[in-house]
């Protein structure tokens, strides 16, 4: 499959109709946002502040001025969105992710406050609601002076503590070439930026929970910019992050669940040979195929318990409505392929599963992926109403067996080949009566039975990584073997302990 190949199935029209909260005016194209508008306005504001208080004394009254109508400004644009993040991404300038276009006479302002985000190694700047002018004055005055020599950003970080600036938050901005490159020879600067990444896609999951219920527009850009960076690490070495990925988080199911899918999926993706590109449009797909969980009541989502057929009805319709809730979401009218995912994530290759339409189905090409790393993650996750999980392998012979009726057998095959017969996070059970956890598979295919492991020992501890495959004292075979995979709660946080960062 190449991005070329990509169908593009038109939205059913029948399904549409049948939906009975779907209205019309959802599809229609929105109003431009106010932020736009205020966008240029509010980047002068800002430069115009910044500068005054480098050369003047806050109190000063020309400072005072240009802190009002920079507070003013905060103000409107708070009122309009909820929120005022300004980031610098490749040379653009976004706030709350909407490109600021600006006339060639306010380029300057623009210009200077891209450089100056970009000396102090700051991708976003987030202007809490409670943030106050006395604090605005004090937080310019201190980002703007002279860059530290070193760790640029921290010092910065340091300098807003010690002022007790708490409400305006700033984000690091991370070389992403230059640090991968450095990262390959250094295992724990890759194991540092997964444990960001993943905790950081949680977050962000959060951040549109909140923007739903608020009915906020979700933050489309830091998604792909989440996701991007989860691409990058994936081409390099994406053990920690599929490690991370088998965790399971019980309390905030919904938010890791998603974020365990885009992992999942965009390394099926990126085994299969798409674009980098693609790859992280797969991720955002993946992070929001569950949005229209959001609309199911807790009672029904955690019920421990199995569904009456009324509640069961309620549950399938998620897909329907997240991809309502995904076509209120103005930048993904052109790009479709999240609200197609969401639509379709519980359709299988046969054509079972809902939502039911007249006629077949013409799935996405991204749906084949994500149904998978879906029913994966699902499967091998405790749940209220679930006692027993399966363990990863048993899961994987699973998704092998239904190849060809409930799964694309392409991607099965690339799946399981990538998977490996002991997927990464697996606890198993050593010959000589350890447990393990897999940490990475063996580099020879004839070897797929004999991963790299750490033991669990009892203290809690974990041995350094041991290779199955090698041979014991200089001899020829091999000190341990799996006898199998187990499912033990016990070993979950000693196993956790093995992937996140100390
Ligand atoms: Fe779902
Ligand atoms: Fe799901």
Same mark, same amino acid.
Request: charged share 25%; net charge neutral; hydrophobic share 40%.
């Given at each position: 499959?190449?991005?070329?190949?990509?169908?593009?199935?038109?939205?059913?029209?029948?399904?549409?109709?049948?939906?009975?909260?779907?209205?019309?005016?959802?599809?229609?194209?929105?109003?431009?946002?106010?932020?736009?508008?205020? #966008? +240029? &306005? $509010?980047?002068?504001?800002?430069?115009?502040?910044? @500068?005054? !208080?480098?050369?003047? %004394?806050?109190?000063?009254?020309?400072?005072?001025?240009?802190?009002?109508?920079?507070?003013?400004?905060?103000?409107?644009?708070?009122?309009?969105?909820?929120?005022?993040?300004?980031?610098?991404?490749?040379?653009?300038?976004?706030?709350?992710?909407?490109?600021?276009?600006?006339?060639?006479?306010?380029? #300057? +302002? &623009? $210009?200077?406050?891209?450089?100056?985000?970009?000396? @102090?190694? !700051?991708?976003?700047? %987030?202007?809490?609601?409670?943030?106050?002018?006395?604090?605005?004055?004090?937080?310019?005055?201190?980002?703007?002076?002279?860059?530290?020599?070193?760790?640029?950003?921290?010092?910065?970080?340091?300098?807003?503590?010690?002022?007790?600036?708490?409400?305006?938050?700033?984000?690091?901005?991370?070389?992403?070439?230059?640090? $991968?490159?450095?990262?390959?020879?250094?295992?724990?600067?890759?194991?540092?930026?997964?444990?960001?990444?993943?905790?950081?896609?949680?977050?962000?999951?959060?951040?549109?929970?909140?923007?739903?219920?608020?009915?906020?527009?979700?933050?489309?850009?830091?998604?792909?910019?989440?996701?991007?960076?989860?691409?990058?690490?994936?081409?390099?070495?994406?053990?920690?992050?599929?490690?991370?990925?088998?965790?399971?988080?019980?309390?905030?199911?919904?938010?890791?669940?998603?974020?365990?899918?885009?992992?999942?999926?965009?390394?099926?993706?990126?085994?299969?040979?798409?674009?980098?590109?693609?790859?992280?449009?797969?991720?955002?797909?993946?992070?929001?195929?569950?949005?229209?969980?959001?609309?199911?009541?807790?009672?029904?989502?955690?019920?421990?318990?199995?569904?009456?057929?009324?509640?069961?009805?309620?549950?399938?319709?998620?897909?329907?409505?997240?991809?309502?809730?995904?076509?209120?979401?103005?930048?993904?009218?052109?790009?479709?392929?999240?609200?197609?995912?969401?639509?379709?994530?519980?359709?299988?290759?046969?054509?079972?599963?809902?939502?039911?339409?007249?006629?077949?189905?013409?799935?996405?090409?991204?749906?084949?992926?994500?149904?998978?790393?879906?029913?994966?993650?699902?499967?091998?996750?405790?749940?209220?109403?679930?006692?027993?999980?399966?363990?990863?392998?048993?899961?994987?012979?699973?998704?092998?067996?239904?190849?060809?009726?409930?799964?694309?057998?392409?991607?099965?095959?690339?799946?399981?080949?990538?998977?490996?017969?002991?997927?990464?996070?697996?606890?198993?059970?050593?010959?000589?009566?350890?447990?393990?956890?897999?940490?990475?598979?063996?580099?020879?295919?004839?070897?797929?039975?004999?991963?790299?492991?750490?033991?669990?020992?009892?203290?809690?501890?974990?041995?350094?990584?041991?290779?199955?495959?090698?041979?014991?004292?200089?001899?020829?075979?091999?000190?341990?073997?799996?006898?199998?995979?187990?499912?033990?709660?016990?070993?979950?946080?000693?196993?956790?302990?093995?992937?996140?960062?100390?």
């Amino acid at each position: 499959m190449t991005a070329d190949s990509r169908m593009k199935p038109s939205f059913p029209a029948s399904i549409a109709a049948d939906c009975s909260i779907m209205n019309d005016d959802i599809f229609l194209p929105g109003p431009a946002r106010q932020i736009e508008r205020l #966008g +240029p &306005l $509010l980047v002068y504001c800002l430069f115009s502040a910044g @500068r005054t !208080v480098r050369i003047h %004394d806050v109190n000063n009254r020309a400072a005072q001025a240009a802190l009002a109508k920079l507070g003013q400004t905060l103000d409107e644009c708070a009122r309009l969105e909820g929120r005022v993040a300004i980031a610098s991404v490749s040379d653009v300038l976004l706030i709350n992710d909407v490109r600021i276009i600006v006339d060639s006479q306010s380029m #300057g +302002p &623009l $210009l200077y406050l891209i450089d100056e985000m970009k000396k @102090r190694k !700051v991708e976003e700047i %987030d202007f809490g609601p409670d943030v106050t002018l006395p604090e605005l004055g004090s937080f310019l005055k201190l980002f703007f002076l002279e860059p530290a020599e070193e760790d640029v950003f921290g010092e910065v970080n340091r300098r807003l503590s010690e002022a007790g600036i708490v409400n305006i938050r700033l984000t690091e901005w991370i070389e992403r070439e230059k640090f $991968l490159r450095d990262a390959k020879e250094e295992r724990r600067e890759i194991r540092e930026e997964s444990n960001k990444v993943m905790s950081r896609a949680v977050m962000f999951m959060g951040e549109v929970l909140r923007s739903i219920e608020q009915r906020r527009p979700i933050q489309l850009p830091k998604a792909h910019r989440l996701t991007q960076q989860m691409a990058d690490i994936i081409q390099t070495d994406e053990t920690i992050l599929v490690g991370l990925s088998s965790i399971k988080d019980y309390d905030e199911y919904t938010f890791s669940h998603s974020v365990n899918v885009s992992v999942l999926s965009m390394l099926i993706s990126d085994r299969m040979g798409l674009h980098k590109n693609d790859t992280a449009q797969i991720g955002v797909a993946a992070l929001l195929h569950d949005i229209g969980k959001t609309h199911i009541p807790q009672s029904i989502l955690n019920k421990p318990a199995r569904l009456n057929t009324d509640e069961w009805s309620l549950m399938k319709r998620h897909s329907m409505l997240g991809a309502i809730e995904l076509s209120r979401v103005r930048s993904l009218r052109a790009v479709v392929d999240p609200i197609f995912v969401s639509l379709q994530h519980h359709l299988l290759y046969n054509g079972s599963g809902y939502p039911v339409k007249p006629g077949a189905w013409e799935l996405h090409p991204y749906t084949h992926i994500i149904v998978i790393a879906d029913i994966y993650d699902a499967m091998t996750t405790p749940r209220i109403y679930r006692e027993r999980t399966l363990t990863p392998d048993r899961v994987l012979r699973y998704i092998l067996h239904k190849s060809g009726e409930m799964f694309d057998p392409l991607v099965v095959k690339v799946f399981i080949k990538t998977m490996g017969l002991y997927p990464v996070g697996t606890v198993v059970e050593l010959d000589t009566g350890e447990r393990a956890v897999v940490l990475r598979q063996n580099d020879r295919t004839s070897f797929l039975h004999r991963p790299v492991v750490s033991l669990l020992r009892e203290d809690g501890s974990h041995s350094e990584p041991i290779d199955l495959a090698a041979p014991a004292d200089g001899g020829t075979s091999c000190r341990r073997s799996i006898a199998g995979s187990v499912q033990d709660a016990d070993c979950e946080a000693r196993k956790a302990r093995c992937f996140v960062m100390k």
